[in-house]
């Protein structure tokens, strides 16, 4: 069973940076599923914040273009989530997905905080 362990949230002030990591381990990745990254405020629903393909496209929200970058290694099975110029609307719970044809997993999540 493949398990996503995502690393590197904490809290910064506005204007800060942060990158996130994604590792998979347990199973195999293959290199043409999706990678991406997701997250949840409070009170709020559940929103992309950035994918890339197996195709090395990238899609990301408006919210956070120009922003954000996201990035993968398909040798070590894991996405990067480079984050700059942080605002407190970037507080969130963000998780790591990966999904295939037929699978869908999950990280655990990692937190983001922005406040001054």
């Known amino acids: 069973q493949v398990q996503l362990v995502e690393s590197g949230g904490g809290s910064v002030q506005p204007g800060g940076s942060l990158r996130l990591s994604c590792t998979a381990s347990?199973?195999?990745?293959?290199?043409?599923?999706?990678m991406g990254w997701y997250r949840q405020a409070p009170g709020k629903q559940l929103e992309l914040v950035a994918v890339?393909?197996?195709?090395?496209?990238?899609n990301y929200a408006d919210s956070v273009k120009g922003r954000f970058t996201t990035s993968r290694d398909n040798a070590k099975s894991t996405t990067i989530l480079q984050m700059n110029n942080l605002k407190p609307e970037d507080t969130a719970l963000y998780y790591c997905?990966?999904?295939?044809?037929?699978?869908?997993?999950w990280g655990q999540g990692t937190q983001v905080t922005v406040s001054s």
């Open positions: 997905n990966v999904h295939g044809p037929l699978e869908n997993y």
């Open positions: 347990g199973g195999r990745i293959y290199s043409i599923w999706d």
């Open positions: 890339i393909t197996g195709a090395g496209t990238t």
